[in-house]
């Protein structure tokens, strides 16, 4: 067996990206196919419906439920404004009456006559949909979405934290593996994505807070630093929706490891440029990668130089995602088609690679991702 298909993690220059840019359910589509739009573009936009709120009419008057009807001041459809008196009782000769006045703002969707409850629907909720990233609509899904295209540079990561974001690119660091501290942010980074190495401090991430960085980019970060900056220790399922002010990209994976000097290289080529970040990881089913999309500044919308086939082939970069090697970059240099048994006992397809500090090593092929380009 010559090839094989792997899992693949894009560090290219030169890529198509398309981004579907959907709405939670269906509303207004603003754009059409051919607009041009940039990262704060609204694409799409509707309205949650509101919060439906209980108000124990009948138990708060000591009523029937089934007569809640007669007292109320208000009927169905009706708009409702907090402290307004919804019902009233008689009381005794004409004194000690109960009422009953809103705690919500809203409309009067309902009153059940088993319970004598008043349901009171708060209003709706504006949400909105931007494009995230420069590009071009190429399609549109009627009244839920659009899909967004771009071409530029793509970076995708192991692990990140934080949502959508846009800054403009800084690269903080000397080299690759150089950790990112509080000393290298400036007080001008305000809007910036910065670069560091091997890592970054917790005290970096705190003066970049304190700087109105956007976002950060390293080769690895440490769990105790994610959890410092966080304040809670972070499920492996899926992240991006922490309520932080910046995102955070590890490109290599966890602890210290240097950035790719490939990427460090990518990165440092595009110093400047306007760049969409995202932290958002899946690892498990539908993985989703954390990215930093740089698109360029030409207007042509034509296919990348090259493309990303997913087939492990000799040459092919990549890199190792299991211990002893983990996070070490490599090239394929072999593809035995026969099983190999490895210390576990299993026997498994490998495959040889020459890691970057020139050292030969044999590893099974599932402990690799490609590096597409």
Do not use: W
């Given at each position: 067996?010559?090839?094989?298909?792997?899992?693949?993690?894009?560090?290219?220059?030169?890529?198509?990206?398309?981004?579907?840019?959907?709405?939670?359910?269906?509303?207004?589509?603003?754009?059409?196919?051919?607009?041009?739009?940039?990262?704060?573009?609204?694409?799409?936009?509707?309205?949650?419906?509101?919060?439906?709120?209980?108000?124990?009419?009948?138990?708060?008057?000591?009523?029937?439920?089934?007569?809640?009807?007669?007292?109320?001041?208000?009927?169905?459809?009706?708009?409702?404004?907090?402290?307004?008196?919804?019902?009233?009782?008689?009381?005794?000769?004409?004194?000690?009456?109960n009422s009953v006045t809103s705690e919500y703002e809203g409309t009067f969707e309902s009153l059940s006559e088993l319970t004598g409850n008043m349901l009171i629907r708060e209003a709706p909720i504006p949400v909105e949909i931007k494009a995230y990233l420069r590009g071009i609509v190429v399609d549109v899904f009627g009244d839920e979405g659009a899909v967004i295209e771009a071409r530029g540079a793509l970076i995708q990561g192991i692990f990140g934290v934080g949502g959508e974001r846009q800054g403009k690119i800084r690269v903080a660091v000397g080299s690759p593996d150089e950790t990112l501290d509080a000393g290298q942010v400036r007080s001008d980074d305000q809007g910036a994505i910065l670069i560091g190495g091997s890592g970054i401090t917790l005290d970096a991430i705190r003066a970049a807070e304190r700087a109105g960085v956007t976002g950060l980019v390293a080769g690895a970060v440490r769990d105790d630093v994610i959890t410092g900056f966080l304040g809670y220790d972070i499920g492996v399922a899926i992240t991006g929706q922490e309520q932080v002010p910046l995102s955070i990209i590890a490109t290599e994976g966890f602890g210290?490891?240097?950035?790719?000097?490939?990427?460090?290289?990518?990165?440092?080529?595009?110093?400047?440029?306007?760049?969409?970040?995202?932290?958002?990881?899946?690892?498990?089913?539908?993985?989703?990668?954390?990215?930093?999309?740089?698109?360029?500044?030409?207007?042509?919308?034509?296919?990348?130089?090259?493309?990303?086939?997913?087939?492990?082939?000799?040459?092919?970069?990549?890199?190792?995602?299991?211990?002893?090697?983990?996070?070490?970059?490599?090239?394929?240099?072999?593809?035995?088609?026969?099983?190999?048994?490895?210390?576990s006992g299993a026997e498994v397809r490998v495959l040889e690679a020459k890691l970057e500090d020139g050292s030969a090593v044999t590893v099974p092929r599932a402990n690799v991702e490609i590096i597409a380009g």
């Open positions: 067996m010559g090839t094989a298909y792997t899992p693949g993690l894009t560090v290219s220059s030169d890529s198509i990206v398309r981004k579907l840019r959907r709405l939670p359910l269906k509303g207004e589509v603003l754009v059409k196919v051919g607009d041009r739009v940039g990262p704060e573009t609204t694409v799409a936009r509707t309205q949650l419906p509101g919060l439906l709120q209980t108000v124990r009419v009948a138990e708060r008057l000591g009523i029937d439920p089934k007569e809640t009807a007669k007292y109320l001041r208000f009927k169905v459809g009706d708009a409702i404004a907090i402290g307004d008196l919804l019902a009233e009782s008689k009381g005794l000769f004409g004194m000690f009456k210290r490891l240097s950035m790719a000097r490939r990427t460090f290289d990518l990165l440092k080529s595009l110093e400047g440029r306007m760049a969409s970040m995202n932290g958002a990881t899946q690892i498990r089913a539908g993985v989703i990668r954390p990215e930093l999309i740089v698109p360029s500044d030409s207007a042509q919308a034509a296919q990348p130089t090259s493309s990303f086939s997913g087939t492990l082939e000799i040459g092919t970069p990549i890199r190792v995602i299991r211990e002893p090697y983990f996070g070490r970059l490599g090239v394929v240099t072999g593809l035995p088609p026969e099983l190999r048994t490895v210390e």
